[in-house]
């Protein structure tokens, strides 16, 4: 259906162009690697596949593809193939789709089911030991290709000395949906800005936002006794997604509103004085431990990605949410380094500040550095 060239390797994620869009992403021990494009946020079938040749599709370690004839707009995932073999580290499966983790934004009615994402069968008693041949497509949150257009009218991040700032934390959804906050979109980043008087009328410069990265809201498996209904994520700490703001904060449900509109939400901020903070979760990622979801990165490069105990089946899990993620692996500190460059130079945030930091202060192995790298890295940053 569309025609491919080769692409480029520069950039990574899903790069609109003038003829289509460059897909670029890492993998060191993949065999192959698939790009599926889809027509729906909810299909189990793509409509177009293009399995990369490494002979013209890879250059070290990233997979890239130029696909010609879409654009922003258009939904994607990936698909891994390569060892699963559990006791060496490598967990690939090309069963299952995964999200891009340079994604900059997902799809979906909000309401996923990634508890389907299981790479091992739930009813073999060797349990992640054992390999799933079950697609998992229809139950995965489809990535969409993004543009960075938006009329910032001149917009700069503000960044106040930090000695001078009034710090008000909040979190987006709690912060207007009760019918006390009287806004026009509750719930939502367009929300967020109505509450501009409020935050003037207490004095504070600065808005900390919790996590606003795209986020299973419904990960918990467990009812309400009581009433039934089922038990929600309402904090956030549990990133699918790095890049992406999350999409049921956003007041349109559009297919990338989600972008536009915390742009939106941040220049208008800017604009009565007050600069954003964002809460971002660089120690563990929604995945879980060795029984959890295959959603990205486990499926993307599983050795890569985390800290893996000696047993290479298990992980080490500093975080307390059952893995970790390998922050001092130079292509971790590039993830983590190019994700804070995203939201400071196109979503025009002016800060960070970092749930359990101190996992940035752990080797390959988990211990304790003198000097890690990636906190040198992003305090000496040019940009940072």
């Not at 060892?83 to 009615?109: M, V």
């Not at 990265?213 to 009581?226: S, T």
Request: glycine content about 10%; hydrophobic content about 40%; charged content about 25%.
């Amino acid at each position: 259906m569309f025609a491919v060239k080769p692409g480029n390797p520069l950039v990574l994620g899903a790069r609109p162009e003038a003829v289509g869009v460059n897909f670029a992403i890492f993998s060191r021990n993949a065999e192959s690697m698939t790009i599926c494009l889809f027509e729906r946020s909810d299909s189990g079938e793509a409509s177009f596949e293009y399995r990369l040749d490494p002979r013209l599709n890879r250059t070290g370690d990233i997979w890239h593809v130029l696909v010609e004839g879409i654009g922003a707009g258009a939904l994607y995932l990936w698909r891994a193939d390569g060892p699963f073999l559990p006791a060496s580290g490598h967990r690939f499966n090309k069963h299952k789709a995964l999200i891009d983790p340079y994604a900059k934004a997902l799809t979906g009615d909000f309401i996923w089911e990634l508890g389907k994402a299981l790479a091992y069968d739930t009813l073999s008693p060797e349990r992640d030991l054992s390999f799933s041949m079950e697609d998992d497509a229809a139950f995965i949150p489809k990535c969409v290709v993004v543009g960075d257009d938006f009329d910032w009218k001149g917009d700069r991040p503000l960044n106040y000395p930090l000695r001078h700032c009034v710090i008000y934390e909040t979190h987006v959804r709690g912060l207007t949906m009760h019918p006390s906050a009287d806004v026009a979109h509750p719930g939502t980043f367009l929300g967020v800005a109505e509450m501009i008087p409020y935050f003037k009328e207490l004095g504070i410069t600065s808005l900390e936002l919790l996590p606003v990265q795209e986020f299973d809201r419904f990960e918990n498996m467990r009812a309400d006794p009581k009433s039934g209904v089922k038990l929600s994520n309402y904090w956030g700490y549990s990133t699918i997604a790095f890049f992406s703001p999350k999409g049921s904060y956003s007041a349109s449900g559009s297919i990338g509103g989600q972008v536009s509109e915390f742009k939106e939400m941040v220049r208008r901020l800017h604009e009565a004085g007050i600069e954003v903070i964002l809460d971002i979760v660089f120690n563990h990622s929604a995945e879980g431990g060795e029984l959890g979801p295959t959603l990205s990165f486990r499926g993307l490069d599983n050795r890569i990605y985390y800290i893996l105990d000696e047993d290479k089946r298990r992980y080490k899990n500093f975080s307390g949410c059952g893995n970790t993620l390998n922050c001092n692996h130079p292509v971790v500190r590039t993830l983590i380094r190019d994700c804070l460059h995203y939201w400071v130079v196109e979503m025009h945030v002016d800060g960070f500040r970092f749930d359990l930091g101190s996992i940035l202060g752990r080797d390959q192995d988990g211990n304790l550095l003198e000097n890690p790298p990636i906190i040198e890295g992003i305090a000496e940053d040019p940009i940072l």
